[in-house]
């Protein structure tokens, strides 16, 4: 399985980016797809997460501005974020729990993947 995330750059306080991510691969189903950050320094923290059943939920510090989207069709996840904001400068990561096809064709068990990490700059 590869995650493949793309939409990062730099941008200025109060603009807009959106973040897309897509798994390719053997894939039988898709558990949840998020998104974490890492700020220098810092741990890596949870954005955002959508279930496979259209479930979402927010860090605290992102609700209201940003919005977490899936297209279980494509297995690729999206990010749209408003109103950035300096301190939401960082890596961001995809991360996917899915279900490999196995041999028989019935479902692996559920595992972790992650994505390669884009940067995202705001600054003025």
């Known amino acids: 399985v590869q995650l493949q995330a793309s939409g990062g750059g730099l941008v200025q306080p109060g603009g807009s980016l959106t973040l897309s991510c897509a798994a390719s691969?053997?894939?039988?189903?898709?558990?949840?797809m998020g998104w974490y950050r890492q700020a220098p320094g810092k741990q890596r923290q949870l954005v955002a997460i959508i279930t496979s059943g259209g479930s979402t939920s927010y860090a605290d510090s992102v609700k209201g501005r940003f919005t977490i989207s899936g297209d279980n069709t494509k297995n690729t996840v999206f990010l749209q974020m408003n109103s950035l904001k300096p301190e939401d400068t960082a890596v961001y990561y995809c991360n996917f729990v899915l279900r490999l096809r196995g041999g028989d064709n019935l479902p692996l068990a559920p595992r972790i993947y992650w994505g390669q990490g884009t940067q995202v700059t705001v600054s003025s």
């Open positions: 691969g053997s894939i039988f189903s898709i558990d949840t």
